[in-house]
């Protein structure tokens, strides 16, 4: 995956509401190209392994229960510099602190329910998407 690519989930807040359509449109008006993708539900056991990078800290038990609480979209996108450029499109992980323009400013209600994810470094989208990806489910 080596760098130019990213992995992401539209989070339930977003699928819940209707806003899938209106994202995938900003990620392709950016030129992501969408190599990967379905959707899925979580269970609570598959949140704390997905972030289990974040147990211990206190929004943990909030951000598991919110993550499993409705089917996502996961994705895998190409894009040259892939992680930091998506990271620009979706803004900060607090909404208040996103850019005007991007998909949190947009989309997300608050840190918790911030509509999407975005890996932070090339290993943890390798990781993240092998989390929920098979060799024959990518189309590179
Ligand atoms: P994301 O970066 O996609 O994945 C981890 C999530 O944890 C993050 O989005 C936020 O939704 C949530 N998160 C991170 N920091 C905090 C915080 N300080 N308070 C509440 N939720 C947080």
Redesign the pocket.
């Known amino acids: 995956m080596n760098g130019n690519y990213t992995f992401a989930i539209i989070k339930p807040n977003a699928v819940r509401t209707g806003k899938t359509g209106p994202i995938l449109s900003i990620i392709n008006e950016a030129a992501f190209e969408i190599v990967a993708m379905k959707m899925t539900r979580m269970s609570l056991e598959q949140a704390k392994d997905f ?1 289990s990078i ?1 147990k211990g800290k206190p ?1 943990f038990d909030t ?1 598991v229960e919110f993550m499993s609480s409705g089917p996502v979209f996961v994705m895998i996108l190409k894009h040259k510099n892939a992680v930091e450029e998506f990271r620009k499109l979706i803004g900060a ?1 607090d909404p208040e602190k996103a850019e005007p323009g991007t998909i949190r400013k947009l989309f997300a209600v608050s ?2 329910m ?1 509509a999407i ?1 975005g890996s932070d470094s090339d290993e943890n989208a390798v990781r993240e998407a092998d989390f929920f990806f098979s060799e024959s489910e990518r189309y590179f």
């Open positions: 972030y974040h929004f951000l992980t840190v918790t911030n994810h």
